[in-house]
């Protein structure tokens, strides 16, 4: 099983330029993007940012490029050929980040590497372990960028994407310990907050779900348990749209996550989960003709091949997932989030432009084969061979 691993922001349309440019390149967009972060933080809002920024956050490698250089790399930049995933300026809010394994992290950090503004929103009970870790340093091998700096992220939001507003939430869950400490995590209150300290968002990110009976065959599946994953998978992302919307730049777009179990049979994948991503699909292209006439928005879904990411390995096949792919694949190797980040990156950034209401695949081309080459049936059957 090869590694995947190619670290770039680029994309595959540009991936012949890449590959001799990308270091130049990116260390070059990431700099200028570092400057023009800090720059906007000492400006208009840094007295607000830095009362909202996590509480002793770990010291970030902020390099301070004299201004000739700047010149000098903007016009190497402009000299170069290709194209570039350029989101200096932009500003993204990431839901669904608890950890550096999934593909929420993968996503930020590409969108980083761009150029974006990094917020995050983490589920309240994971609040705590992702915070904490975050200012013990725990993440920050994780947290390199290609030109060596550490991502930063300027805020991070508790969330819980299945209440919309105070009023939904019932009274025992408000005092309850996994709870108790934090406020105004619903969604309503959630996107007040961005607005207040931020005031705007170019990019959303939709990187969470949850069904509590996923281990469950769909035949056994609860009426709850099949609401709650629709409700934390699938509504979850027209509420966090619906909230947003009015605080996106126009020319703004979103990207959620969602996996091939929307479309064919993923044994194993139970508890209503591939309903929701089927329902998730349909959504991404109904919303992203009432955002896109509303407000200028695109809604794009990544479906994204399997990722031992912590939600992942709660499903419990996750391991045979990655092996069926990586044997039955057009492309045999196993699939790296950072592949997924950069395809996010992509569509988010100014390239995709024409890009909406689309399902990409990022899954090493899984979804085109129709038959399992490993299965003892075509044992004898003709396969192209590696040179
Ligand atoms: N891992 C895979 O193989 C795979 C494949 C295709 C698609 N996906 C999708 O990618 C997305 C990210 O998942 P991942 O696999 O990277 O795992 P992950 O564990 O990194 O992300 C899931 C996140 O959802 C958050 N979450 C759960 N309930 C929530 C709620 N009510 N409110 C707010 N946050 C909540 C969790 O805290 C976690 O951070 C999901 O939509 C998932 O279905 C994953």
């Known amino acids: ?12 349309t540009a991936r012949t330029w890449i ?25 208009s809002f840094s007295q607000k940012l830095n009362s909202v920024i996590l509480k002793s956050r770990p010291a970030v490698a902020i390099k301070t490029t004299s201004s000739s250089a700047i010149e000098t790399s903007a016009k190497e930049t402009s000299s170069l050929p290709g194209l570039l995933v350029d989101l200096r300026g932009k500003r993204a809010f990431i839901a669904g980040i608890a950890d550096d394994n999934g593909y929420g992290w993968a996503i930020a950090k590409s969108l980083a590497a761009a150029g974006a503004e990094i917020i995050v929103g983490t589920w309240v009970p994971a609040m705590n372990f992702f915070e904490s870790g975050l200012e013990r340093g725990e993440f920050d091998e994780s947290r390199v960028l290609p030109d060596g700096s550490l991502m930063e992220i300027s805020k991070v939001y508790p969330m819980d994407a299945v209440f919309d507003g105070p009023e939904d939430v019932p009274e025992d869950m408000k005092t309850s310990k996994r709870y108790a ?28 779900a949850n069904g509590p009976e996923v281990v469950k065959p769909l035949l056994e599946t609860s009426r709850f348990g099949y609401l709650a994953a629709i409700s934390a998978s699938s509504y979850s992302f027209i509420s966090l749209l619906q909230n947003f919307l009015p605080i ?9 996550l969602s996996y091939i179990a929307a479309e064919r049979i993923i044994p194993g994948y139970g508890g209503g ?9 349909s959504d991404t292209r109904v919303l ?8 200028n928005i695109r809604v794009n879904t990544i479906s994204a091949g399997p990722l031992r990411s912590r939600a992942a390995k709660a499903i419990g096949s996750i391991d ?28 988010a950034s100014p390239l995709a432009s024409a890009i909406t209401g689309t399902v990409l695949y990022v899954d090493n081309g899984l979804n085109a084969m129709a038959v399992s080459i490993d299965s003892p049936a075509l044992e004898n059957l003709h396969r192209p061979k590696e040179k």
Do not use: C
Not at 19 to 43: G, P, V
Not at 248 to 256: E, I
Not at 323 to 336: H, R
């Open 181 to 208: 400490g934090y406020s105004k995590w619903t969604v309503k209150e959630l996107v007040e907050s961005v607005k207040q300290d931020f005031g705007s968002i170019d990019i959303l990110v939709h990187s969470l």
């Open 248 to 256: 996106m730049n126009p020319g703004g777009a979103t990207v959620s």
């Open 320 to 347: 045979m997932m990655i092996d069926y792919s990586s044997t039955n694949a057009p492309i045999q190797k196993e699939l790296s989030a950072e592949e997924v980040g950069n395809a996010a990156a992509f569509l």
């Open 273 to 281: 989960m591939s309903s929701a991503k089927a329902a998730l699909e």
């Open 1 to 12: 099983m090869a590694a995947a691993a190619n670290p770039t922001t680029g994309v595959a």
């Open 19 to 43: 590959s001799s440019h990308q270091n130049l390149f990116m260390s070059t967009a990431t700099s200028l993007s570092t400057q023009s972060k800090t720059i906007s933080l000492s400006y």
């Open 288 to 295: 992203a003709f009432e955002a896109g006439r509303k407000h």
